[in-house]
């Protein structure tokens, strides 16, 4: 870092911590920390985590992205961030840091610190751009997570090393990626490497020789067996730079950073509250007449009930054939139409109804791929088992209460107990207003309960911290209260009355839609029976034409 554009992040840096403390004042639950003592924070590494980074890190913090784009691209703020996915496959954030100072040791400190503010709870796996001072940190404090180096940094590195080898042979970079992007298997990329390479006479190359011997960190085929939680096995993100893209550029001063990270936070935040409102509020189009499929849109947010659908309509092309069988287990081969070549394996325990697929997308993703569920189809499971529906992926991924058994270990003593508290309250809000905004009624029902809440809230915070409930009933406000609950009290016993219909009703549609369910799948086994039908009509066509042809 150049001595001018240390000053200038020096002088800016007085700004950020103002806001920092100011934000922790307001909510204890608010954490960060300075690296190193005394009175010289102004020219130190900095991290910091509010209540929603934390509560974040409680639903999703299963993978991780580090995003340090700052150190290659030239960008006037050094903001690297912890980021991960939410239920729909959008960036959530984990954390923020300012790294002034790069070195082992920072390193090391700034991933100690964020782990802390997180309670401890080490991620799955995490993904960071290819570089050794990283790699060292991330070795010695998050032994147990699966390390994977961004791959498209490794792309864009590649083409730099080899910029003559891309010039004079403009097909290279295309076969390049076709072959860490492609391979099935772990032998169909090696003998690919090799034959690239010895096309190409590359093979004494020092870059080459060193991605190969990294290969098990960032080639996707060696990485299936861990969750990335990933759309897609071969296709990664291109740019480590997930929430903040837009946000923060290379233009980005220190004085712009605290306007531009709320303004991230509170864009993804809405875009959040979208897509939970348009999978509550809205039914997708079902394309099969499984009763699978109308689970799993009842269950998973409307983005990862797409991906879902897309596994299993393409299970009609895909048809299981049984090649062994052991009595409890047995395995299955699983092949598209025309391409018997990629067959995947899929094991299969009917008593546990546990199976494997030699694809390991759900290993990877945490969506059943569409080789199981061909089996599943074959051995006529008609739902989803549970142990394959990650919570972090349906609608209700948020709800419950935070639970978290290293809260004792968090740096801040006030927040301990507040970020619960916030959690808490949060998830409470969140299903006072899913439920109210389903019908008028409940809506009314709802924001009473609200307004109550608020006249409570407002007693006991004008009587002070240390206030009590008979200290609130002495100040009269019970009078108050009672008074408020003898004029509702028509109203409830008319509640009472369409809550009573509401609940007979509930139990005739649940009633129907048991029989529904059983139509379903009666429909089901006829459509099953009519494609086998197909199948061995279209065979024997396929026979006759050749027995014509010779």
């Known amino acids: ?126 993904t960071t751009d290819p570089d050794r001072l990283i790699q060292v940190a991330v070795a010695q404090v998050l032994p147990g997570t699966r390390h994977r180096f961004c791959k498209w940094a490794i792309f864009r590195e590649t083409q730099e090393k080899l910029s003559h080898l891309c010039q004079s042979h403009p097909t290279f970079e295309t076969e390049f990626r076709k072959c860490v992007n492609e391979a099935e298997t772990i032998e169909e990329f090696e003998s690919c490497w090799e034959a690239l390479l010895n096309r190409y006479y590359i093979m004494d190359n020092e870059w080459l020789q060193l991605m190969y011997g990294a290969r098990q960190q960032w080639v996707p085929v060696y990485m299936r067996d861990t969750f990335f939680g990933e759309m897609s096995i071969n296709e990664s993100y291109k740019s480590l730079n997930l929430f903040f893209d837009g946000y923060v550029t290379a233009s980005t001063s220190m004085q712009m950073l605290v306007r531009q990270y709320e303004k991230a936070m509170a864009s993804w935040h809405e875009k959040e509250l979208k897509a939970d409102y348009d999978t509550i509020n809205s039914m997708p189009v079902l394309k099969t007449p499984s009763p699978m499929e109308k689970q799993a849109a009842d269950l998973y947010s409307r983005r990862i009930f797409r991906k879902f659908q897309e596994e299993l309509v393409e299970t009609l092309a895909n048809p299981a054939t049984k090649i062994d069988d052991t009595g409890t287990v047995a395995t299955y081969r699983v092949a598209k139409f025309g391409e018997d070549h990629k067959a995947h394996a899929v094991s299969f325990n009917s008593l546990e109804m546990k199976a494997n697929c030699s694809c390991q997308l759900f290993e990877y993703l945490g969506i059943i791929c569409r080789h199981i569920l061909a089996v599943f189809r074959a051995k006529n499971v008609l739902t989803l088992p549970s142990q394959y529906v990650l919570k972090r992926w349906t609608r209700n991924a948020r709800n419950g209460a935070v639970i978290d058994d290293h809260d004792s270990e968090l740096p801040n003593e006030a927040g301990d107990s507040s970020t619960v508290r916030y959690n808490n309250l949060r998830q409470g809000a969140i299903k006072y207003v899913e439920e109210g905004a389903k019908s008028i009624h409940i809506y009314n029902v709802a924001m009473e309960a609200l307004k109550e809440a608020s006249r409570k809230v407002a007693a006991v915070k004008n009587r002070g911290p240390g206030a009590t409930n008979g200290d609130i009933m002495a100040n009269g406000v019970v009078g108050v209260l009672v008074a408020t609950e003898e004029n509702q009290t028509a109203t409830y016993q008319s509640v009472e009355q369409k809550e009573k219909k509401i609940r007979e009703l509930s139990a005739e549609l649940e009633k129907t839609n048991q029989r529904c369910e059983v139509y379903r799948a009666n429909l089901l086994a006829v459509l099953r029976d009519m494609e086998e039908q197909k199948l061995k009509l279209s065979v024997k066509v396929q026979n006759a034409r050749l027995s014509l042809k010779e």
């Open 1 to 126: 870092m150049s001595g001018g554009r240390q000053r200038t992040l020096v002088v800016g840096i007085q700004h950020v911590l103002d806001y920092l403390k100011r934000m922790q004042a307001e909510n204890p639950a608010f954490y960060y920390a300075v690296q190193g003592d005394g009175d010289h924070h102004s020219g130190a590494n900095i991290f910091w985590a509010d209540a929603t980074c934390r509560m974040n890190y409680t639903y999703f913090g299963d993978t991780v992205v580090l995003d340090t784009t700052f150190r290659t691209n030239q960008y006037r703020v050094p903001l690297a961030a912890f980021s991960g996915f939410n239920h729909h496959g959008q960036p959530v954030l984990f954390g923020c840091a300012l790294v002034l100072y790069e070195s082992e040791s920072s390193f090391i400190w700034l991933f100690q610190t964020w782990l802390q503010a997180m309670s401890g709870r080490q991620p799955i796996s995490i």
